[in-house]
């Protein structure tokens, strides 16, 4: 049989109440002043305070950027000057061009230069309308349209002169000789170009006998011959035949000399040989010459 042990009684007067101990460390501020930021708070004796930390993080800050500043300012200079320099060409490209459409720079006179045949004053009346307009807006089409009346310019080229100065330097055409047409004796150059033509034939021009007309290769080779001729022998020649590009004869002044020139190749290297013979036989003493290989010239 189990014994029983006798419950002890307690006796609420023999219980002690256990001590409460803080959860802060002493001195360190409370946590309701951290969360407000309350600089007047106690600091804490044991470790930096909320200010000491931000201000040692502005410290930090401001420090980085000297440094940052101090590594850039070379770049930051050459940028401004860059920026400096970019704006003065900016500036000046713009003045330039306001001004050069301006009337500042308005066509005030036009002179004509590198005409002998053609009448210098009749061209630069027919381009009076560009007086007044800038030089850098003057009409190249319509200073072409006006130049397509003379047939004696070949080219030509506009040159502009601050402020109030237009060349216009033409290069003419070179007539080689006369054809007869049932409207007269027409005037041509080496292309063909009809420069003028009259009633009676024109002193100073042979005539041009060419089988095919202005369009052939005879022509053209006639053509080139001419031109490669010297003033002094052209001025002597008065007639020129040709029916096929390889048989191109002269006929030399009054006497009626010819000179068998042959096909317009090498024409340079023939002219210089024909005016060597003509200087040894005049052609009031040959009757031909012969220079169709320019390494055996030959007078008879």
């Keep these: 049989m189990r014994s029983e042990r006798p419950v ?21 501020r409370p946590a309701d002043d951290l969360a407000r930021g309350d600089e007047n ?45 970019g704006a003065a060409f900016l500036v000046m490209v713009l003045g330039t061009a306001g ?16 005409t002998s045949q053609l009448d210098a004053s009749a061209v630069g009346e ?17 200073v072409k349209a006006a130049l397509v009346r003379f047939p004696l310019v070949e080219s030509y080229t506009l040159e502009a002169r601050p402020p109030h100065d237009l060349v ?20 041509v150059d080496a292309a063909g170009v009809a420069l003028s033509t009259t009633p009676d034939a024109p002193a100073g021009q ?16 006639a053509g080139r011959v001419m031109r490669a001729l010297p003033d002094a022998v052209r001025s002597q020649v008065t007639g020129v035949s040709a029916s096929t590009p390889d048989d191109v004869t002269l006929t030399l002044g009054a006497t009626g000399s010819r000179v068998v020139w042959g096909s317009a190749d090498r024409s340079a290297e023939k002219a210089i040989v024909l005016g060597r013979l003509m200087e040894k036989s005049p ?17 008879r």
């Design 206 to 221: 042979p005539l041009l006998e060419i089988t095919g007309g202005t369009d052939s290769a005879a022509f053209h080779a």
């Design 126 to 142: 027919a381009l009076s309308g560009q007086i007044g307009t800038p030089l850098a807006m003057v009409d190249d089409s319509a």
């Design 8 to 28: 002890p009684v307690v006796r609420q007067a023999d219980l002690e109440t256990a001590p409460v101990l803080p959860l802060v460390r002493p001195g360190a």
């Design 41 to 85: 708070a106690a600091p804490d004796a044991e470790g930096p305070s909320l200010r000491d930390v931000w201000r040692a993080s502005r410290a930090r800050r401001r420090a980085l950027s000297a440094e940052v500043k101090r590594f850039t300012v070379r770049q930051r200079r050459r940028r401004r000057v860059w920026i400096g320099v």
């Design 168 to 187: 216009v330097n033409i290069v003419e055409r070179t007539p080689i000789g006369v054809l007869q047409t049932p409207a007269g004796f027409t005037v």
């Design 99 to 114: 001004a050069a459409y301006s009337p500042l720079f308005a066509v005030e006179r036009i002179d004509v230069v590198g």
């Design 283 to 299: 052609p009031d003493r040959a009757k031909e010459y012969d220079v169709t290989s320019p390494e055996a010239g030959v007078v």
